[in-house]
């Protein structure tokens, strides 16, 4: 019992190994190409700016009834 318990358990962890090391081989994230040309016109590279709060900072929130 206990040897096919262990066979099974190395066999996982065999085929662990094999992914982990497919997803880093695999992994493309860390590759993006570098530059220091410009933005393309109408673009900022900042997020748009939110419309003001209608209520001032520490103010409770008003709930409808």
């Known amino acids: 019992m206990y040897k096919s318990v262990h066979g099974i358990?190395?066999?996982?962890?065999v085929l662990a190994?094999?992914?982990a090391a497919v997803a880093i081989v695999s992994e493309r994230g860390g590759e993006q190409m570098v530059s220091n040309?410009?933005?393309?016109a109408g673009s900022s590279g900042i997020a748009r700016p939110h419309p003001p709060l209608d209520?001032?900072?520490g103010?409770?929130?008003k709930t409808p009834l």
Request: no cysteine; charged share 15%.
């Open 55 to 57: 209520r001032a900072p």
């Open 17 to 19: 190994a094999v992914m």
């Open 37 to 40: 040309d410009q933005a393309p």
């Open 59 to 61: 103010e409770p929130l």
């Open 9 to 13: 358990i190395a066999i996982m962890l």
